[in-house]
């Protein structure tokens, strides 16, 4: 075969392959649709950063050797398959049926995100804790944050926070869990920095003054609450999938949850981290 030939069938089979691997990427990475983590838990550090102050801020860079808190806000799930003790740590599974959370029933022995994020903001307070057990307790911090306010991290036992629970998005076969996780952020083509400063520019004063106010474990009654009315109450089209009502008030309810999640995190480290 003439080497011209040889040379082009080479080519095209080439560029065969890269388009079907392009194909491949697409379909895994659907446009405009965003994880609550990773990428969920960047933008909420990214609101974070934003309200930091800024002699915090700069303990924080100089203590941690970090340029953007949003670079350690995925650590702790990035950890899980070696540390595989700390993956009840990041959900609390509230009885079927109540909608406010009580530890001797719900987490009876602090092995859930509530008690973990109590004990991990007591290991920052505490002088005696130095180096690599203060970085970690800061950076679990940072995500359990993000956590509590995943509606669905405070689920039911028996469906395993709704992953058991099946669903369609879109002619997609899902469950619950990761409708709540990876279908209802949407940053409309904005870069999660655009994202996020949009979110934060949104937040009215007297809201983040409320917000702020509220203890860690009203902030986890706050998601049980809407996981049980909101959540859990399927809305299905025609066609079996989850409506388009379901959709979009879920979008609107984790998008209001980004933003506390964001203001209750610089809240708890501007007063955690101060001198």
Known sequence: MPFEKI??????????????????????????VWAWG????????????????????????????????????NWADQIKSDRRETRPWHYCNIAEGELLYLQQRDCPHGECVIEKTHFFREELLNPSVVGRKRKEAFMFLVHFVGDIHQPLHMGNAADRGGNTIKVMVSGERTNLHAVWDHDLIHTQGQSLVKYAAKLSASIQKENALEWGARRLVEWANESRKLAVHQGYPLELNDQGELSRHYLKAGEQAVELQLKKAGVRLADLLNKTLKP
């Open 7 to 32: 040379r082009h069938t080479r080519i095209v089979r080439f560029l065969y392959i890269a388009g079907c691997f392009v194909v491949l990427l697409a379909s895994a990475f659907p446009a405009q």
């Open 38 to 73: 990773p990428q969920g838990h960047r933008i909420i550090a990214q609101i974070a950063e934003e309200r930091l102050k800024p002699e915090i801020w700069q303990a924080i860079q100089d203590e941690f050797s970090i340029k953007h808190l949003a670079d350690v806000a």
